[in-house]
C-alpha cells in the first residue's frame, strides 16, 4: 500500500490525507525562520478549529509527511500491518 502524497493547498500549505477520504488528517503549514530556514510545522486537523493541535516542526516537508500516522485498530492484540509499523520492531 503506497502513502499518499501531501496535497498542495497553496504556496504555504499541504492537507495530509489518511484514514478517511474526504478529512484531512493533518495539515503541514510552511513557515520561514527568522534565519530564511523553511519549518514546516504539522498540525492535527479537526473539523473544530479549536481542537487543532501543533503536533511537530520539522526541517522538511518529507519529514512531516512521514510523521503523520495511520489510525490502526488493535485487533485480537496485535497490529494487522502496514502501513504502520509495529512498535516491536
Aim: hydrophobic share 30%; proline share 10%.
Amino acid at each position: 500500500m503506497t502513502r499518499p502524497r501531501p496535497i498542495r493547498y497553496d504556496r504555504d500549505t499541504w492537507l495530509v490525507m489518511r484514514d478517511n477520504p474526504v478529512l484531512p488528517k493533518a495539515v503541514i503549514r510552511r513557515y520561514t525562520d527568522k534565519g530564511g530556514n523553511d519549518q514546516y510545522l504539522v498540525i492535527r486537523w479537526d473539523i473544530d478549529p479549536a481542537e487543532r493541535r501543533l503536533m511537530a516542526v520539522c526541517d522538511s516537508l518529507e519529514r512531516a509527511d512521514d510523521l503523520v500516522r495511520y489510525d490502526n485498530t488493535p485487533t485480537h492484540g496485535y497490529w494487522k500491518g502496514p502501513p504502520n509499523t509495529h512498535p516491536a520492531g
